[in-house]
């Protein structure tokens, strides 16, 4: 199993930066797929989750501005997200879960995880 991200970069508040989440060896149509973040010295928090039936799930400071999908044919899952703010820079990582629970939000309850990407937004 793999989980490769991709995406990441610099840009200066209120651009947009699309990430990626491309698997092999499983079928993320079939998961719980989420996108986390962390900074220095902090947690890995979620950032927003897809469930197997497409279902989504934000945490409040993301709501309005980032949009998470999925493509089936790509199996892969996106991250869109707009009007980017200082506070959004962190180390962005995919994962992957098989069953929805309300434990989804707990990283050390995801087994499959990618490299990270890092986001740099610059004031």
């Known amino acids: 199993v793999q989980l490769v991200e991709s995406g990441g970069g610099l840009v200066q508040a209120g651009g947009s930066l699309r990430l990626a989440c491309a698997a092999s060896?499983?079928?993320?149509?079939?998961?719980?797929v989420g996108w986390f973040r962390q900074t220095p010295g902090k947690e890995r928090e979620l950032v927003a989750a897809?469930?197997?039936?497409?279902?989504?799930n934000y945490i409040d400071s993301v709501k309005g501005r980032f949009t998470i999908s999925r493509d089936n044919a790509e199996n892969t899952v996106y991250l869109q997200m707009n009007s980017l703010k200082p506070d959004d820079t962190a180390v962005y990582y995919c994962?992957?879960?098989?069953?929805?629970?309300?434990?989804?939000?707990?990283?050390?309850?995801?087994?499959?995880w990618g490299q990270g990407t890092l986001v740099t937004v610059s004031s």
């Open positions: 994962a992957a879960r098989r069953y929805f629970d309300s434990t989804y939000v707990s990283a050390n309850r995801y087994p499959y």
């Open positions: 060896g499983l079928t993320l149509s079939s998961y719980v």
């Open positions: 897809i469930t197997s039936g497409g279902s989504t």
